[in-house]
């Protein structure tokens, strides 16, 4: 079945330090991918749609100078956490949007759980 | 704007019983796709059940099936004979077909099964 890689699973930095997260479709096409973030007990919160070729989608009160979201490709879409700092610790998961299957559902990476020190 | 609502925080069953998740949701986008999610400790997203807005019958996943009343906009899930490995979190899920097909998710249901 279709698979989402999200890579580093855990990271661990200093304060001031910019983080990237990878988030791969690894057998379809992503025209589309999502970054969500949650907090721990609380749902996920969309924070931006990654659309390949163009600017990404931010949603409202996200900063995009502090969360750099690049999709270069039809199976990679980074974010870049810039100047991390410890409000900034949450799981981070994003999720691909295969354009081939029409209303399926959306294929969730693994996560990536932020600590900031 | 899209909105899902969950309204249980948490939710108890008996190991063996069924067991229903509340959901309920607004749009104004006749064309929407409605999805349960479970969430283990471990953080990863697993994809349950899926209805469409435009299904006329209930969705059904093995265990699971999903309660779609339509004009009550309402998307219960109900998972039959619960185990133990049922326990997790429990997210209601909302995409809108126009607009960028986001997905928003509920508030979420701690599910705990009781041996």
Known sequence: ?117 | AQKITQTQPGMFVQEKEAVTLDCTYDTSDPSYGLFWYKQPSSGEMIFLIYQGSYDQQNATEGRYSLNFQKARKSANLVISASQLGDSAMYFCAMREDTGGFKTIFGAGTRLFVKA
């Not at chain 1, 930095?13 to 690894?26: A, N, P």
């Not at chain 1, 502090?66 to 100047?83: G, Y």
């Not at chain 1, 799981?91 to 900031?116: E, N, V």
Request: hydrophobic share 30%; aromatic share 8%; net charge positive.
């Open chain 1, 1 to 117: 079945g279709a698979v989402v890689s999200q890579h580093p699973s855990r990271v661990i930095c200093k304060s001031g330090t910019s983080v990237k997260i990878e988030c791969r479709s690894l057998d379809f096409q992503a025209t589309t991918m999502f970054w969500y973030r949650q907090f721990p007990k609380q749902s996920l919160m969309l924070m931006a749609t990654s659309n390949e070729g163009s600017k990404a989608t931010y949603e409202q009160g996200v900063e995009k100078d502090k969360f750099l979201i690049n999709h270069a490709s039809l199976t990679l879409s980074t974010l870049t956490v810039t100047s991390a700092h410890p409000e900034d610790s949450s799981f981070y998961i994003c999720s691909a949007r295969d354009s081939g299957q029409g209303s399926r559902p959306q294929h969730f990476g693994d996560g990536t759980r932020l600590s900031i020190l």
